[in-house]
């Protein structure tokens, strides 16, 4: 065994390595830490799930390595890290051809506040971030009636069906309300084909993005489609308690001009 790492010590010497270098040649890190994106989903006043996404679908991996991945949530300041909460998951991802996603759920946060996070890769001395924010849902408006809602300040009542919309980027679960001409079709965009949750949701114009990798980040984001009538300065709130979904309308700005206000609802099947 001295005959051995002598011999080690004289190759090292010429190739200015070192013998535990050479011993644990199979623990070397082949690649870089990849590129990563971040995204919320679930926003509520009081959580939000964390996601990391990445995409290895063109990339070939001929070694055997693995990464970490992890989060960092950051509260006040964006440029302050002294307050950063740092989640790192436990498991080691390989490097394999295809996309990979992660995340992790966060409670107790405060309403209608700013937080800033990245999901992050790890390998070695090489790290990936990709920092982005999101606001938790703001505190809706209160009405006491039920299926009781208003155009532009011209109150009516209301009977609301659940729909399933037409088409792959009109989301996968609708509400549908009110008497021509005024006929709204409010669908949701969510994970697993289920109901929107409790939180506050904001407009899309047209149509859910639906484009290669974009429907597989953009479902559960507290999108909604209000057919012809939403832009991204549309909002409402969604109250889901298991057993009925409600959406409340706090001066919600259609496209037309008009605005609705007050609340609807319909039990889940």
């Not at 302050?80 to 490097?95: F, M």
Request: charged share 20%.
């Amino acid at each position: 065994m001295k005959k051995l790492i002598s011999f080690l010590l004289i190759l090292c010497a010429i190739f200015s390595c070192s013998v535990n270098d050479i011993l644990n040649d199979d623990e070397d890190e082949y690649y870089d830490a990849p590129s990563v994106r971040s995204y919320a989903t679930y926003i509520s006043q009081n959580s939000v799930t964390l996601n990391g996404f990445i995409n290895h679908s063109s990339i070939f991996f001929s070694e055997s390595d693995t990464y970490k991945v992890g989060f960092i949530l950051r509260t006040g300041d964006e440029h302050d890290s002294s307050n950063d909460q740092v989640i790192e998951l436990e498991k080691e991802v390989e490097y394999y051809t295809g996309t990979y996603t992660f995340n992790h759920g966060i409670d107790s946060l405060e309403p209608n506040t700013t937080y800033y996070y990245t999901a992050y890769t790890k390998n070695g001395a090489t790290k990936e971030d990709d920092w982005e924010s999101f606001t938790t849902s703001d505190i809706p408006c209160t009405y006491e009636q039920d299926n009781y809602y208003s155009i532009s300040e011209i109150w009516k009542n209301a009977n609301v069906q659940i729909t399933d919309p037409s088409c792959c980027d009109e989301g996968n679960i609708g509400f549908r309300f009110g008497n021509w001409p005024n006929v709204y079709r409010i669908n949701f965009n969510e994970l697993e084909n289920g109901y929107p949750q409790t939180g506050q949701y904001f407009g899309v114009s047209y149509r859910f993005d639906n484009s290669h990798i974009q429907k597989k980040l953009v479902k559960s984001t507290n999108q909604v489609l209000i057919e012809y009538n939403s832009t991204p300065e549309t909002e409402l709130f969604v109250n889901n308690d298991g057993e009925r979904i409600t959406l409340i309308f706090c001066n919600t700005i259609l496209k037309n001009g008009n605005v609705l206000n007050g609340k609807v609802s319909v039990e889940i099947p």
